[in-house]
């Protein structure tokens, strides 16, 4: 995730967030880190169209670490 002042402070105490989210097919689309009153992390996207042109409903995916690499906050759901 890019701008975040000072990642190592972020991965400790995330919370919400804003952001762009590319998917592997190179579409991107607007994204939301939540954070539940009990600490859990999950990522929210809105509904989006594939490059291939399948329509992809609204999804909140778990995640399952937030860390830092290379000096940049990265987010792994699953």
Do not use: I, N
């Not at 999950?42 to 000096?71: H, S």
Request: aromatic letters at 6%; zero cysteines.
């Amino acid at each position: 995730m890019d701008g975040v002042k000072e990642p190592e402070g972020y991965v400790a105490e995330p919370e919400p967030l804003a952001l762009d989210v590319q998917f592997s097919d190179g579409v991107g689309v607007e994204g939301e880190v939540v954070v539940a009153k009990g600490g859990e992390v999950a990522l929210r996207v809105g509904g989006y169209v594939t490059r291939a042109g399948k329509e992809m409903p609204e999804r909140v995916w778990g995640v399952r670490e937030v860390r830092v690499v290379g000096g940049e906050v990265e987010v792994v759901v699953g």
